[in-house]
């Protein structure tokens, strides 16, 4: 079985994001895998594990530098990874694009994960464009997942702890959430491993990819300014409990 | 040139959810033609809700028994609608359903689509929504010939605007969705629970909730308050509550009009979770938690003692 995982190269959450010109940032900052793409390369190794043979491939569209988050998920059990190399970034639709024709050009896919969203844009919708484009069932937050003969069924979660079961034929989208599984964290002789394992770098401008009529263009970023002016509520228990409840009801007016 | 935006409407026991009432007021303007997609009710049952924001058009989706709580089949069934009635922008809640939902929708019909949307200029095709893990505000240009974007649930107040609305059926319940079946449907619209996403007010504990035993206090109080509950990333990776309940860069993210910290120091990752909330009402017993320097109200106080006594407020009126 082919398993293949679009694997994203993120700011760290821990950064500061400094706003360089109206539409972008200053890159030049610390980046690593998308943390819900480490769910999907866990339950790709697993599923590896039970059907041998497998194979399980990292595909990225990034910069140069995105080799790095191809490496880390070739730690954590990745065979080898791909690198769609470009220059600036894209949206969602010739994000799919590209992962769509890359992964057609490399394999016959039984299965593609991706994270549920990524950290940075947040745009939650790579996996069903994906899916769109090789009219393959797709399901995101999947909690739960178990491969039967030609079939998937998954868990997913909507809210609340509250899941569907699916059943979807294979090949099938799939899009990890954090429920899915504990990532297992690469080991020294991992990373180590994975420094040897093959990359295949290929350019974005060769998968000749047609501009889209449709598109999602960043105008301007502005930062987020959180002008709370904190004020303590002082007092005892009792009075601490009152003032709030005053709060609530005269101020935030939800009571 | 008049324009007709489609209004996917959300249902929790057969009664319009709150937070469409915002959406419906975001999308309204001159020239513009309301079309409310209703899929879970009769429409008849809604009409006054909905005439009462303003829509004129209601459109009643009638999907197969069998077939109602499956996504594939309610966004096929949301296409043909859009087609039908000339939609060029299609608006829904970036709630459970709609992250499901939209995203379907848009790659169908390879639409543009941001989720997360405070902000909607209808005339230029601009929204608002944060990234970076709510560090940046991004205004984004959609282009296409139609457009759909996923509206965070409280991001304005809904404003009355009365209209009266003609009902439309549009029959869909001759859809398949090969290759997906739902095995167990969990209920799109039978959700017992206020779900963190949409709640106006969320409570929330984290280290300093010290054990699982203590969350019930927070649920107690959240009854009260009509509240949900949420928990720091040390609550739920200490196994005291599922991780559904997380706020956080690897959870949740909320905009409830109140966010209510107990015992949550307030890490990066648990900011960018929170920090669209309206108002930040921290209680914690360390006064150099971070979250003591980032929010509108603060006590240094232990949240196992003043969440009893809140709860005992609320309860006597």
Redesign the interface.
């Known amino acids: 079985m082919q398993i293949y995982i679009c694997v994203k190269h993120v700011p760290d959450s821990a950064v500061h994001i400094t706003i360089l010109s109206k539409n972008r940032i200053d890159e030049n900052i610390s980046f690593l895998l998308n943390p819900y793409d480490e769910h999907a390369v866990t339950e790709a190794v697993k599923i590896k594990n039970n059907n041998p043979g497998s194979e399980i491939i990292a595909v990225c569209l990034g910069k140069n530098d995105a080799e790095k988050t191809i490496r880390s998920a070739m730690a954590m059990g990745a065979d080898r990874g791909i690198l769609i190399a470009c220059d600036e970034n894209h949206d969602s639709i010739i994000t799919a694009l590209a992962l769509k024709v890359a992964i057609e050009q490399d394999g016959n896919p039984e299965l593609i994960f991706t994270g549920k969203e990524s950290i940075d844009a947040e745009g939650m919708q790579t996996m069903f464009r994906i899916g769109a484009l090789f009219d393959f069932p797709v399901a995101t937050n999947v909690v739960k997942l178990d491969i039967d003969a030609d079939k998937a069924i998954v868990d997913c979660e909507l809210s609340g702890g509250i899941t569907d079961t699916y059943e979807m034929s294979l090949p099938c989208i799939l899009g990890a959430g954090r429920g899915l599984n504990t990532p297992r964290y690469p080991t020294f002789p991992d990373v180590v491993k994975s420094k040897k394992k093959p990359i295949q770098k290929i350019a974005f401008t060769d998968l000749n990819i047609k501009d889209s009529a449709s598109k999602m263009s960043i105008v301007e970023f502005v930062p987020l300014k959180q002008n709370r002016e904190p004020k303590e509520i002082k007092g005892d228990a009792n009075l601490v409990a009152k003032e709030i409840v005053r709060i609530l009801k005269q101020e935030a007016k939800v009571i | 040139m008049m324009k007709n935006i489609g209004i996917i409407i959300e249902l929790d026991n057969k009664r319009i959810k709150e937070t469409n009432f915002a959406m419906i007021t975001m999308a309204r303007a001159k020239n513009i033609q309301l079309f409310a997609f209703v899929m879970d009710a009769y429409a008849a049952s809604v009409k006054d809700d909905l005439e009462s924001f303003g829509i004129s058009n209601i459109v009643e989706i009638g999907l197969a028994p069998d077939q109602q ?1 499956n ?2 089949i309610r966004a096929k069934a949301m296409i043909n609608a859009i087609k039908e009635f000339n939609i060029s922008m299609v608006f829904g809640l970036s ?3 709609g ?2 939902l939209l ?2 929708i ?3 019909i ?7 949307c405070f902000y909607v200029d209808l005339e230029r095709k ?1 929204v608002k ?17 139609i457009i759909v974007v996923g509206i965070r649930p409280n991001a304005i107040e809904p404003i009355k605007a009365q209209a009266f609305a003609q009902v439309l059926k549009f029959d869909s319940s001759n859809l398949a969705a ?11 619209d039978k ?1 017992t ?5 949409e709640a ?2 969320i409570i929330a504990g984290g280290r300093g909730m010290k054990n699982s035993e203590n969350f019930t206090l927070l649920s107690h109080c959240a009854e009260k ?2 509240a ?1 509950v949420g928990a720091s990333r040390v609550a739920v990776d200490s196994g005291w509550v ?5 706020v956080g ?5 909320v905009s409830p ?2 966010y ?1 910290a107990c015992g949550i120091s307030g890490s ?2 648990h900011f ?1 979770g929170m ?2 909330s ?6 914690n017993t360390d006064e150099n938690a971070a979250i ?11 949240a196992l ?2 969440i009893p ?2 709860t ?3 309860e006597n009126g």
């Open positions: 709580n996504p594939v709630s459970a359903m992250k499901d995203p379907r848009a790659a169908q390879n639409a543009p689509l941001v989720m997360d601009l929504t944060s990234q970076y893990s709510g560090k940046t505000i991004a205004t984004i240009q959609l282009t296409g010939p090969k290759d997906f079946r739902v095995i167990k449907s969990g209920g799109i959700a629970n206020i779900n963190l996403s106006d007010v308050l009509n949900a599922p991780y559904s309940m997380q860069q690897t959870g949740e993210k009009k109140v209510i990066i990752q960018a920090k669209t309206g108002m930040v009402i921290a209680i003591l320097s980032n929010c509108d109200y603060y006590a240094v106080a232990d003692e003043i006594k809140l005992k407020i609320l």
